[in-house]
């Protein structure tokens, strides 16, 4: 079975400066996909970021990386050059290959950016 | 990435009614499409796998004959939430899966906040 957790139920973060979300993720699968989604309060669940398991580099999209550990089982999403528009839930998914393909879903974390 | 519709964004219904809830994939055919459950301040909880062309396959706990899930073509699916109840109410989003892409991410709607009074 795959778990997936994230520690933090909430965090901040000054306007213009670097973040990490914390993820860990427990499969006994090989193969894996992870994921992170941005929930605004409007409830949209918004892709961010992918990282396969067999990925050796950490994945990039524009100001969002994954620093991916993978014998640490973490995940971790780094935002930076945080803007206001970065407050919202961050949830991390993970995936395994095979099969139905459905996420299993962190908890999730608040992320508040003050300006 | 890929756009996922759903429709409708709000429902407001009177208990014992039935609701349905329509999911479209606009620029992707899906297969294979998902709903969830979100309740106020928690994590999102499957609920069931939509195949296209057959039926669909429920979660643990989730009450097949109350919520039907009907996945007609490649762009639709469908949830009905048969005879409503206040205990219904709750945030109900789905995602398609894109099978254009090599990581096959799922992409969701903007969700269908339900109110059954």
């Known amino acids: 079975a795959q778990k997936i957790t994230q520690t933090q139920p909430g965090m901040f973060v000054q306007e213009k400066e670097a973040v990490t979300l914390d993820c860990t993720y427990d499969?006994?699968?090989?193969?894996?996909?992870l994921f992170w989604y941005k929930q605004p309060s409007s409830g949209e669940m918004i892709f961010l970021i992918y990282?396969?398991?067999?990925?050796?580099q950490n994945a990039t999209e524009g100001r969002y990386s994954l620093n991916f550990q993978k014998a640490r089982k973490s995940a971790n999403l780094v935002i930076s050059a945080s803007q206001l528009g970065d407050s919202a839930m961050y949830f991390c998914?993970?995936?395994?290959?095979?099969?139905?393909?459905?996420?299993?879903f962190g908890t999730g974390t608040r992320l508040t950016v003050i300006p | 990435g890929a756009v996922v519709s759903q429709h409708p964004s709000w429902v407001i219904c009177k208990s014992g009614t039935s609701v349905k809830i329509e999911c479209r994939s606009l620029d992707f055919q899906a297969t294979t499409m998902f709903w969830y459950r979100q309740f106020p301040k928690q994590s999102l909880m499957l609920m069931a796998t939509?195949?296209?062309?057959?039926?669909?396959?429920?979660e643990q706990g989730v009450e097949k004959d109350k919520f039907l899930i009907n996945h007609a073509s490649l762009t639709l699916s469908t949830l009905t939430v048969t005879s409503a109840h206040p205990e219904d109410s709750s945030f109900y989003i789905c995602s398609a899966r894109d099978g254009r892409e090599i990581q096959e991410t799922q992409y969701f709607g903007p969700g269908t906040r339900l109110l059954v009074l």
């Open positions: 990282q396969g398991s067999y990925d050796e």
């Open positions: 998914a993970m995936r395994a290959e095979g099969g139905a393909n459905n996420l299993f």
């Open positions: 499969t006994s699968d090989q193969s894996y996909g």
């Open positions: 939509s195949n296209e062309g057959s039926k669909a396959t429920y």
